[in-house]
């Protein structure tokens, strides 16, 4: 089966810009996640989706941070503006039911300078 | 809130010996434990569920065991290889709410020809 994928792989953008990143889920995986990995940590969920709901974000900073999965398909997830502190590997997972192995995408590296 | 340790931010074994990582928790009763690889550059890549009533789970060369009395799981890679080096991270789920993950920050282990 195709895995998850991510894009773009690599991005660099100045601070108080936006970025987004996308995620397209495995076929039939009605969870999908969003973590950041700041380099020498583990992954840290920023949001879950349950099909097209959001189950937690409590851990989304919401004042510069948002997300949607449209359709309880593909997702974005959007930063506006962006701090120093956001770079980051950002990566999405996704799983058939909750409480099994997640499956991840290879992230997209975030770099604001 | 939950914490979770893993030994030592690197491990190295020669080839052929067993490999064992370690984890531990606090502030938390997780209902099961998964255990992840990741490679540089890449997202993880699942490997093992235990739960919180199993004592140990094997695949292949790998073998997991789970104490919820001293809050502690071993992850062992028997005759290891140099293809095993790698980060390795633990993750602990709970049953209820969400059903989130939280990963701790890793073990790379690098197997020595």
């Known amino acids: 089966e195709a895995g998850v994928a991510q894009s773009p792989r690599y991005k660099i953008i100045e601070k108080r810009q936006s970025v987004a990143f996308w995620c397209n889920p495995i076929?039939?995986?009605?969870?999908l996640y969003w973590y950041q990995q700041i380099l020498g940590q583990g992954p840290k969920l920023l949001i879950q989706?349950?099909?097209?709901?959001?189950?937690?974000d409590s851990q989304l900073p919401k004042d510069r941070f948002s997300a949607e999965r449209l359709k309880g398909v593909d997702s974005t997830l959007k930063i506006q503006p962006a701090k120093l502190e956001d770079s980051a590997v950002y990566l999405c997972?996704?799983?058939?039911?909750?409480?099994?192995?997640?499956?991840f995408g290879s992230g997209t590296r975030l770099t604001v300078v | 809130s939950q914490k979770i340790e893993q030994n030592s931010e690197a491990l190295n074994i020669q080839e052929g010996k067993t490999a064992t990582l370690t984890c531990n928790y606090t502030?938390?009763?997780?209902?099961?434990l998964q255990w992840y690889r990741q490679d540089p550059g890449r997202g993880p890549v699942f490997l093992l569920l235990?739960?919180?009533?199993?004592k140990e789970k094997r695949k292949e060369r790998l073998k997991v065991t789970f104490d919820t009395t001293l809050k502690q799981s071993l992850f062992h890679i028997t005759a290891s290889q140099p293809a095993d080096s790698a980060t390795y991270l633990c993750?602990?789920?709970?049953?209820?709410?969400?059903?989130?993950?939280?990963f701790g920050t890793g073990t790379r282990l690098t197997v020595i020809p």
């Open positions: 997972a996704s799983s058939h039911t909750t409480g099994n192995g997640y499956t």
């Open positions: 076929s039939g995986h009605a969870t």
């Open positions: 989706f349950q099909n097209n709901g959001v189950v937690d």
């Open positions: 502030n938390y009763s997780p209902a099961y």
């Open positions: 235990i739960r919180e009533n199993e």
């Open positions: 993750a602990l789920g709970d049953s209820t709410g969400a059903n989130n993950l939280f």
